[in-house]
C-alpha cells in the first residue's frame, strides 16, 4: 500500500499571520518547522566546524612544520620539502572550494538553478557513486532567488536521503516548469519506508524538504512503503515575474570550431 | 609586446601576475584594477592587448563585467583566471565573449600560453579544462523530451487515475472536494497534455502506460 501525505498551503507563509494561525498552518505546525529549520542550521555548522578543524586546521598545521624544515635547510635541498607543501596547497585549495560551494552553490546565485543543480548532481554521484538520471524542461529562466535555494535544498535533502536509505545505485530527478509552478520529482526504486513511522520519528531529512517547500508556499508529497521505492513530489509557485536569461550573449563560442 | 591590464581584487595576487608575465621578453603589464568598475575603466583607458580577469570581483558579477568589457573595449582579449573551473563558468565566460579561461592551480606556464594565445585571437582552455567536456556540459543543458505524464501535476494525476477507474465529473469533485468546474478544467488540461480525445483513447493510453486500476 503506497501511503501519501499531503502538505498544501495556498501562498507563502511569511506574507500574513493569521491569528493563531499561519495560512491554514497551525501554529504548532509552524514551530516545529521553525525549530527544524535553527536545527538544520546547527548540523550544518557543526559539520563546517569540524571540516575547518580536522582537515583544514590539521593541513595547515603540517604545513607550517614543512616550512619550517624547509627554512632551516640548505637552500640547494629545499625542493622536496617545498614540493610537499605545494600539493598540500593544491589540496587546501580543492577542499576550501569545495566547502564554499557546498555551504552556498555560488553557481545558483550567479548561473542560475540549473547549472547549480548539474553540479550538485556531478558532486554528488562523485561522493556517493549514485548516478543521477536527469530529466528537465523549461530551467532555463531565472528563479527568485527563494524558488532556486528551495528548489535546489529539496532535491540535495532528498537525493541525501537516497544516498543515506535506499541501497540503490540510480536515482532519477525530473524538473520542469510552466508559466507558473516549478516542478519537482525525485525517485528511486530502493527500499522505501512505512511514512506514518517517519513522521512519527520526526525524520529531519524528510521534514526539512517539507519545511523548504512550505516556506515557499508549495506543496509537497511524498509516497513510499517498504520495497516500493520512494517518491518525492514538489510543486513551487513561481511567484515573481520571470525574468528572461540575458540575452545577446556572444556566441563566439557556438560559432568556433563546431 | 603584448600589453596586459591585471583584474583581481588581491593585490597580492595581481603582485604574482605581474611578476610572472614581466619575466616574459614580450609582455608588459600596463594597468592593474582592484574591483569590476576599475577594470571595466582602465581597460578602456589603456586599451591593453589582454585582460587577465578573476571571475569573483567584490562589486560585480564577473559574466556581466565580461559582456560589458567586450562592448566597451572590443580589441581587448579576456583571459579569466579563476578559482572555480566547473563547466558552467566556463561555458558563461566563453559565451559572454572571453577568450580563455585558466584555473588559479594551473602550472605557470599554462598561464602563460593562455595570454599568448589569447592576444593572438586564439581561444585557450587550459587543462584540466576541455573543449570536449565544455561541449558535454552544453548538451546537458539542453531541455530533455520529458514523458507528458511526468508533467501532469499532482492533482492532474490524481484527477487522471480516478478518470481511469470510471468515475464521472460529479464523483471526482465530491472525492476530492472541489468544484465540478475545477474537474472540468483538470480534466481538459489533463486531455490536452496527454494529447488524448475522448474516454477511448484514455482507456488505450491507461492500458500502454499499465495504470489500469484492477479487475478493469
Known sequence: ?258 | MITVTLADDHHIVRRGIKALLEAEPDMRVVGEAGCGMEASQITQKTKPDVLVLDLMMPDINGLKLISQIKKRSPDTAIVVLSMYGNDCYVLEALQAGAKAYVLKDSPQDEFVRAVREAAAGHRYLAPPLSDRAIEAYMLKTEDTKLDPYDMLTLREREVLHLLIQGSTNAEISEHLCISRRTVEVHRARIMKKLGLHGRTELIHYAILRGILPDGK
Request: glycine letters at 8%.
Open chain 1, 1 to 258: 500500500m503506497i501511503q501519501v501525505i499531503w502538505v498544501k498551503s495556498k501562498s507563502s507563509v511569511i506574507d500574513k499571520p493569521v491569528k493563531g494561525k499561519y495560512h491554514g498552518l497551525p501554529m504548532d505546525e509552524m514551530l516545529s518547522l521553525a525549530r527544524n529549520l535553527v536545527n538544520v542550521q546547527e548540523d550544518d555548522r557543526r559539520v563546517i566546524a569540524r571540516e575547518l578543524h580536522d582537515r583544514i586546521g590539521q593541513s595547515l598545521t603540517v604545513l607550517k612544520l614543512l616550512l619550517s624544515e624547509a627554512i632551516n635547510l640548505p637552500a640547494d635541498k629545499t625542493g622536496a620539502t617545498l614540493g610537499e607543501a605545494q600539493s598540500l596547497v593544491n589540496e587546501l585549495m580543492s577542499l576550501v572550494r569545495y566547502l564554499s560551494l557546498e555551504l552556498r552553490p555560488k553557481m545558483l546565485d550567479d548561473l542560475g538553478l540549473l547549472p547549480a543543480l548539474l553540479y550538485l548532481f556531478e558532486s554528488y554521484s562523485s561522493h556517493t557513486h549514485i548516478n543521477v538520471k536527469f530529466e528537465h524542461y523549461g530551467l532555463h529562466k531565472k528563479f527568485t532567488p527563494e524558488i532556486g535555494i528551495a528548489a535546489y535544498r529539496i532535491v540535495q535533502e532528498a537525493l541525501d536521503n537516497v544516498a543515506r536509505h535506499s541501497g540503490v545505485s540510480e536515482a532519477k530527478v525530473l524538473a520542469w516548469s510552466d508559466r507558473k509552478v516549478l516542478f519537482i520529482r525525485i525517485e528511486d526504486l530502493g527500499k522505501g519506508f512505512n511514512l506514518a513511522e517517519a513522521h512519527g520519528n520526526n525524520s529531519s531529512g524528510l521534514n526539512n524538504i517539507h519545511g523548504r517547500a512550505i516556506l515557499v508556499g508549495g506543496k509537497l508529497t511524498v509516497q513510499s512503503a517498504p520495497g516500493r521505492g520512494t517518491i518525492i513530489n514538489a510543486e513551487l509557485p513561481i511567484i515573481t515575474r520571470i525574468k528572461k536569461e540575458t540575452q545577446g550573449k556572444s556566441d563566439d563560442y557556438r560559432n568556433t570550431g563546431r
